[in-house]
Each structure stands twice: as C-alpha cells, then as structure tokens.
C-alpha cells in the first residue's frame, strides 16, 4: 500500500564522530551534490555541535535538512555545556530527542572501574520521557522539528512488553500537543538491541511495531487522521543492503541511520531508500 500522505525521510545520526570541521566538511563536500539530486525522500544530516555550522554552509545550495543531536528545554540560562532550541534554531530544522544512547541511566567507564569505585566510574545521562516532552514543546515552539526517538530493549522485547512501553514513550513525548503540532512531529522506532548491533529488526516486525503500536498510541490521543500523518522512522542497523525492505513496508516511512550514515555509500542508502519506498 502506497503512503501518499507521507513523505519518506532518511536522517543521518553521526553521534561522535566526524565533528571536526575538515573531516566534516571533507564528507559533506563528497556527498551533498548526489544526495541533494535524490528525488522522493527528505535527506537530513545530523552531525555533532562543532561542526553543525560548517555543515550548514556546505549544504546552503542543496535541500539537504540539519539536525542536531540534543538540545535543552529552555531557552537560556545556568545550564554548563547544555544547548538551547534558540541557539540550534539559528542553523538547523531538526533535532534528534530522547535517543536510547542519551535515555540511559548511568553508564559507567568500563575500564576505569570495577565494583566498589562503581560511583566514581559512571556517568549519569537523564533523557527520560517526562524531560522529552519538554523538549518536544521547546523544538516546536523555536520551529525546529524533532525526531523522538522510542523502542524497547531486549528484556522488555523478549518478556513481550514492547507494546506497552513503547506506546507510553510516544503518549508522554506527545503529551499536551496539539493534533496540528503532533502531526509535525517525526517519530523513530529504535528498539535497543539493534543500535550499533548489526542486528537490525525484521522489517515485518518494525513495521507491525511502527502500524499498531506507535501510530496506536498516537491515535489514542490525537485520532486515527493524525495517527495516519506522522511520519516513523525505523533505526538500528540499518544498511544499503537491508534499507529497501524496510522501505517497502507500509508504515515505514524511513531510517534514522547511524554507522552507515558516515560513509560515502550513505548516498546509495538513500538511493535504495528512493527507489523501493
Ligand atoms: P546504527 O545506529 O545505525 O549505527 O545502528 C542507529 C541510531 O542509533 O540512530
């Protein structure tokens, strides 16, 4: 079944890598002409902070979109080393939130600790829903469009909870929104146990995740219309070889792409994506 309504879009997660601003520039300079020319999909780059102004320049002729990869809820204030919607406004269109490698809790510095220096040895990370939800209001009020990253981790997917935690993620991220505003909003399903993993979903599975359970959720909330408008992204192990399956499936209106965004092939991928959505 075709998806007239919604435009596929493929954003690139760069996460830690490539922010300085020669390796940055030297990729986008290889990419941006041939990924611009893909007809059908939005194209999105989402590069560290350091180079997110570079980026910006180098991609001012194309129609290539910006995003960042996190950003605080206010617009200023006593925030050390936080970045606010006001300031990412000024060069980009999107930003990615509550994605699970900013969710966790805390993580600790695997080669420093062990045991008892467990408290020194970690560092706290807090994207929980609720500060999500903060975040989606303060993007759309600065006119940036965010990508609100959900998905479930291993335990919950093999103990059959998927359905119920992921459909709470999407309903406390869109809380308070209007339907007009939830309608903006891009949603990418990343169930953990594929980020990074090369273990990506079954499409049939992301897809029946992304159909009931998210576009479900929304409708609960904003009803089926706007349920039907949202664009959902799948992520995790996405690469050129797997990208068209997903791409063929109804509900999946694109990537979010993290490893196989930072090479030159990213612009196949995004081809690929074109040609089979
Ligand atoms: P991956 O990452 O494509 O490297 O699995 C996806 C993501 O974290 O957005």
Same mark, same amino acid.
């Given at each position: 079944m075709p998806r007239p309504m919604r435009r596929p879009i493929?954003?690139?997660?760069?996460?830690?890598?490539?922010?300085r601003v020669d390796e940055a520039l030297a990729f986008v300079r290889q990419i941006r002409?041939?990924?611009?020319?893909?007809?059908?999909?939005d194209k999105i780059l989402c590069p560290p902070f350091t180079v997110l102004a570079a980026v910006a320049d180098a991609i001012r002729p194309t129609h290539i979109g910006l995003g960042a990869q996190t950003m605080h809820w206010e617009d200023q204030g006593a925030y050390t080393g936080e970045i606010s919607p006001a300031m990412l406004a000024q060069v980009c269109q999107y930003v990615i939130l509550g994605h699970s490698e900013r969710r966790t809790g805390r993580v600790a510095l695997p080669d420093l600790v062990d045991g008892?220096?467990?408290?020194?040895?970690?560092?706290?990370?807090?994207?929980?829903?609720?500060?999500?939800?903060?975040?989606?209001?303060?993007a759309l009020k600065h006119g940036l469009?965010?990508?609100?990253?959900?998905?479930?981790?291993?335990?919950?997917?093999e103990a059959g909870g998927t359905h119920a935690y992921v459909g709470d993620q999407v309903r406390t991220a869109l809380s308070g929104l209007t339907p007009g505003?939830?309608?903006?909003?891009?949603?990418?399903? =990343?169930?953990?146990? %594929?980020?990074?993993? /090369?273990?990506?979903?079954? $499409? @049939?599975?992301?897809?029946?995740?992304?159909?009931?359970?998210?576009?479900?959720?929304i409708g609960d909330v904003f009803g089926e219309t706007t349920a039907r408008q949202v664009r959902v992204q799948?992520?995790?192990?996405?690469?050129?070889?797997?990208?068209?399956?997903?791409?063929?499936?109804? =509900?999946?209106?694109? %990537?979010?792409?993290? /490893?196989?965004?930072?090479? $030159? @092939?990213?612009v196949q991928l995004v081809q690929r994506a074109a040609s089979a959505a």
């Amino acid at each position: 079944m075709p998806r007239p309504m919604r435009r596929p879009i493929i954003a690139g997660n760069w996460k830690m890598h490539l922010g300085r601003v020669d390796e940055a520039l030297a990729f986008v300079r290889q990419i941006r002409y041939q990924l611009n020319a893909i007809d059908g999909v939005d194209k999105i780059l989402c590069p560290p902070f350091t180079v997110l102004a570079a980026v910006a320049d180098a991609i001012r002729p194309t129609h290539i979109g910006l995003g960042a990869q996190t950003m605080h809820w206010e617009d200023q204030g006593a925030y050390t080393g936080e970045i606010s919607p006001a300031m990412l406004a000024q060069v980009c269109q999107y930003v990615i939130l509550g994605h699970s490698e900013r969710r966790t809790g805390r993580v600790a510095l695997p080669d420093l600790v062990d045991g008892a220096d467990q408290a020194d040895g970690t560092e706290t990370r807090f994207e929980g829903d609720i500060a999500v939800n903060h975040k989606v209001h303060a993007a759309l009020k600065h006119g940036l469009t965010p990508i609100i990253c959900v998905g479930e981790n291993l335990a919950q997917n093999e103990a059959g909870g998927t359905h119920a935690y992921v459909g709470d993620q999407v309903r406390t991220a869109l809380s308070g929104l209007t339907p007009g505003q939830a309608e903006t909003c891009i949603i990418a399903y =990343e169930p953990l146990w %594929a980020i990074g993993t /090369g273990k990506a979903a079954t $499409p @049939a599975d992301a897809n029946r995740v992304i159909g009931v359970t998210i576009r479900g959720a929304i409708g609960d909330v904003f009803g089926e219309t706007t349920a039907r408008q949202v664009r959902v992204q799948y992520g995790g192990s996405i690469n050129v070889e797997n990208i068209a399956a997903f791409m063929r499936m109804p =509900e999946v209106d694109g %990537a979010l792409v993290g /490893g196989a965004s930072l090479r $030159p @092939a990213f612009v196949q991928l995004v081809q690929r994506a074109a040609s089979a959505a």
